[in-house]
């Protein structure tokens, strides 16, 4: 089945800085979603992208379905946005199973 | 939010014992898939329902079951508890293919 990787598994930022998290996956996909994990453990729905770039605020997300990755900007971070940010995606023969990344874990500074 | 929820929040158990959990999906989806998340780990899916006929599993054992309901809300089984047991329990609800998380149910196995 599809492996999904995550990188860096942490990432250490000051408030006010910019940060990229990357997730490579090993075959095509039907879906890709970035999600944020909040401290209480409800994952919250960033976007779901399987191809293309979207953009919602200060975070936007770009997926290169052909060299299979995915990104995840955030700019001008802020200490609310520390947690733990995965990435999940399921293949074109598989119409329900997410597989999920070991996470990257996000601590911002003030 | 999401339109998902889920019951109980936290719920303690004895090795070997039974516990349901259930989960109602938001309004308009037709589909749930359960995940199991230990501490420090990315979501493991369990098994998916789509119009309460199971629509996949992961590797779980067989003591691990579920149903779906006509209103598409669902329960998740599990008989002779073990330790290893004690996790997160994520539900999710989609149609077709993006999926929205509820809060959770954290189980803890003594």
């Known amino acids: 089945g599809i492996q999904v990787e995550q990188s860096p598994p942490d990432l250490i930022l000051q408030e006010g800085a910019n940060s990229t998290l990357r997730c490579n996956f090993s075959?095509?996909?039907?879906?890709l979603q970035w999600f944020h994990q909040n401290p209480w453990g409800q994952l919250i729905n960033l976007f779901y992208?399987?191809?293309g770039t979207k953009q919602n605020g200060r975070l936007s997300a770009t997926t290169v379905a052909t060299e299979r990755y995915s990104l995840l900007y955030i700019s001008s971070s802020q200490t609310t946005d520390s947690g733990v940010y995965f990435c999940?995606?399921?293949?074109?023969?598989?119409?329900?199973?997410?597989?999920f990344g070991q996470g990257t874990t996000l601590q911002v500074k003030p | 939010e999401t339109g998902v929820t889920q019951s109980p929040t936290h719920l303690i158990k004895t090795r070997g014992q039974q516990v349901t959990l259930r989960c109602s999906s938001q309004?308009?989806?037709?589909?749930v898939s359960w995940y199991q998340q230990a501490l420090g780990q990315g979501p493991q899916f369990i098994f998916q329902?789509?119009?309460?006929?199971?629509?996949g599993r992961g590797n779980f054992p067989p003591r691990f079951s579920g149903l779906q309901f006509p209103n598409y809300s669902s329960e998740l089984n599990v008989n002779a508890l073990e330790l290893d047991d004690s996790a997160l329990y994520l539900c999710?609800?989609?149609?077709?293919?993006?999926?929205?998380f509820g809060p959770g149910t954290r189980l803890t196995v003594t």
């Open positions: 329902y789509y119009r309460e006929e199971e629509n």
């Open positions: 992208i399987p191809s």
């Open positions: 075959d095509s996909v039907n879906n």
């Open positions: 999710a609800s989609s149609s077709p293919y993006e999926q929205y």
């Open positions: 999940a995606a399921h293949g074109s023969g598989n119409t329900g199973k997410l597989i």
């Open positions: 309004s308009g989806h037709n589909t």
